[in-house]
């Protein structure tokens, strides 16, 4: 994490130079919004959210070392900062309050005023309904061959994760990759303000966040923000067999468009995919005439597109050939599709953190494709609004075709049974549960090493519980 100075916190949250004499100028260590990740001269935020208000948390904060904090209201017994005093700063003794109208916003704030600080730095934002995280992780791996690069971590890509991330941007940083999610129409623009991408990808349009946006097209139009938020001389690497995120080229201010793609009218294009099970994926690498051979460790023949977009944001920040295949092979790139060792010898793919018809089919595709008998245990797809009963009537369909058991979790989990059965998958090999014991249970009494288990669901499922509950207890 960088070190911000007071002088620079209070000039993003006044949005003009505000000088602090040396005497009271103070550096803090780290942003952080939970009380509990405070170490000593950390700067805390509190954010009111649905079910706590960080302002609960003030003297907690304090007391575990913080220097200073970002408030909505004053906090009695602390040294208070406000613009109505025009942030007067003398003589101060930590710790100190910042006192805003909105603590989210004085966060983004600070976090776009210290991006613009670190302008020599060049921003990746990467968005789309399926592949975010994993393409994000592979494209870090790839410029980080050549470049100090930070990434986003875990799931900080909405407007709280994305500043705190860029506030960690340090003078010797020399590339961010920065996952962008949004739920609405104008919250990818919102962060691509904060953030300044110089290229931008974007990996498809499916119905994820259906339920709030209504249609396809306006999925379309929020994602399409972060291209048209690029400057001329930026970049935009766009999935060219997606239909809808091809059209964003017409879109984007930026000079240079990438497509990349398994079709034959793409920029990068990959073919003689050759699936690996376990060990990841050969394809070749077709580029101006070029024929390359790549490998990378993601799992699964739907993976090559992920391998595409971070070799064609490899291409348009001037790696070389060499240094693009070292990155795509990175085994510490897989952050889905996990392959762990699980109870009694078996082999358990983690691919709990989220879920949507398009990643569960690709998913099944994979597990049809290794040795073994193949369990499936799918939990509910959230947030697919009017495609919600097709969506997981065509993953039962495909569980159908591609597994020896299954398993469901969830009110909508059993519309996947029930499709299942309607396909003609026999009825004892279907367990429609709305319980994650019984679920650990029945599944631990048949395990044995020529079983594989594939785990997915929504976030919101807390489907890793059912992955703990099957590991090896020395690998949990």
């Not at 907690?60 to 970002?70: N, S, T, V, Y």
């Not at 613009?116 to 730095?121: D, F, G, S």
């Not at 306006?218 to 067999?241: C, T, Y």
């Not at 691919?351 to 990643?359: G, V």
């Amino acid at each position: 994490m960088a070190l911000i100075r007071l002088s620079e916190v209070l000039t993003g949250l006044a949005g003009h130079v505000v000088a602090v004499s040396s005497e009271a100028e103070m550096i803090f260590r780290d942003v952080v919004i939970d009380s509990r990740m405070v170490t000593p001269g950390s700067l805390f935020v509190a954010l009111r959210g649905e079910h706590q208000d960080g302002h609960a948390f003030v003297s907690d904060a304090f007391a575990r070392g913080a220097a200073g904090a970002i408030v909505e209201r004053p906090m009695e017994g602390y040294v208070t900062l406000s613009s109505t005093d025009c942030w007067q700063v003398a003589d101060l003794h930590q710790p100190i309050c910042m006192l805003v109208p909105d603590a989210m916003s004085g966060l983004q704030q600070i976090a776009a005023h210290w991006r613009r600080l670190h302008a020599k730095c060049k921003v990746v934002g990467i968005t789309g309904s399926v592949g975010k995280t994993t393409t994000k992780e592979l494209v870090a791996a790839v410029l980080s061959r050549c470049y100090e690069t930070v990434k986003s971590e875990g799931n900080y890509n909405n407007e709280i994760g994305l500043p705190l991330t860029l506030l960690g941007l340090a003078n010797s940083t020399e590339r961010a990759v920065l996952e962008m999610a949004m739920y609405d129409i104008g919250e990818i623009a919102l962060l691509a303000n904060i953030a300044l991408p110089d290229v931008g990808v974007v990996t498809n349009v499916g119905p994820t966040h259906l339920e709030r946006l209504g249609t396809i097209d306006r999925i379309a139009q929020a994602k399409a923000e972060l291209v048209q938020a690029l400057p001329v001389e930026g970049a935009a690497v766009l999935n060219g067999d997606d239909p809808r995120v091809r059209a964003m080229a017409a879109k984007t201010p930026a000079r240079r468009v990438l497509t990349y793609g398994l079709g034959p009218d793409v920029d990068l294009r990959a073919t003689d995919v050759s699936v690996r099970g376990l060990r990841g994926v050969d394809f070749i690498l077709h580029y101006e005439g070029k024929a390359l051979p790549a490998a990378t460790s993601l799992l699964g023949q739907h993976s090559v597109e992920t391998a595409l977009a971070a070799a064609a944001v490899g291409i348009v920040e001037e790696l070389t050939w060499d240094e693009i295949m070292d990155g795509l092979a990175d085994p510490d790139a897989r952050v889905r599709l996990q392959p762990v060792r699980g109870w009694n010898g078996s082999t358990i793919l983690d691919d709990s953190y989220n879920a949507s018809p398009a990643s569960t089919g690709a998913a099944l595709d994979f597990l049809a494709e290794l040795p073994g008998r193949k369990i499936a245990v799918l939990g509910d797809m959230l947030e697919l609004g009017s495609l919600e009963t097709e969506g997981h009537w065509q993953v039962g369909r495909k569980a159908a075709e591609t597994v020896t058991t299954l398993f469901t979790l969830g009110a909508l989990g059993r519309i996947i049974g029930e499709s299942a059965l309607d396909a003609g998958m026999d009825r004892a090999a279907v367990h429609m549960a709305e319980d994650k014991e019984a679920i650990i249970a029945g599944i631990r009494e048949v395990l044995d090493p020529n079983h594989v288990v594939l785990v997915k669901g929504s976030r919101g499922m807390a489907m890793e519980e059912i992955v703990a509950g099957l590991m090896e207890e020395n690998e949990k």
